[in-house]
């Protein structure tokens, strides 16, 4: 039986068992939610969407009017979509991120109508990181990884990994400062940052490896910024978050 349309405050149409779990999330009775995709608890799904076979959504997710999410695509807890944003397959959004309404996700590098590349091989891997925000309007060129709490501002063309906390903005998007988990633009003063709407604090990692061949992204690579940087990262320091101790943590 599908599972479209039902809302969790509909009666049961059966007394199959799958109408226990369908309580624990909203699906507006405009949208199509294919059979064998999954739906964490406390989703909502606006109208006129269309979630495909093999899709995994995670709990507490909100989906505006008019998103589309392909086969087999994987997207966390507390992720909110705005309206009219196609999630293709290839594109994988963690936790907490937000994507604006009408930005644009793409999945293939090289398209050609009459040279179809229309299978999982390919289609480019692009992953959202925990916490990422991306602005009304941007487009995330397929390929790409946007960093932890990295702020990706309305109308910006994204074509390179961008670092944690980047601020990018801009066709082809540049980093042009860093922003606070808490989405505000961070000042430095020296090494250091305080944000003023939370206070949360950050600090400059310099990186040691720069005008020499990057290391970035090697897990095995002796320089502590591999996961905080990418070699696009136009400036020698990455961004980590200080806690009442000094260290990284959240
Ligand atoms: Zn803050």
Redesign the pocket.
Known sequence: MRESGRRPNSPPASADVKDHFVKDYFVHESSFVDDGAVIGKGTKIWHFCHVMSGAQIGENCTLGQNVFVARNVKIGNNVKIQNNVSVYEGVIIEDDVFCGPSMVFTNVKTPRSAFPRNTRDDYAVTLVKRGASIGANATVVCGVTIGEWAFVAAGAVVTKDVPPYALVAGVPGRIIGWA???G?PLKFEGDTAV?R??G?EYEKRECENRGEQCDLGNPEAPCDLRNLCNPYNPFNFAIVRKTASGRRGR
Do not use: A, G, K, L
């Open positions: 606070c988990e808490c505000i944000c709407e939370c949360r």
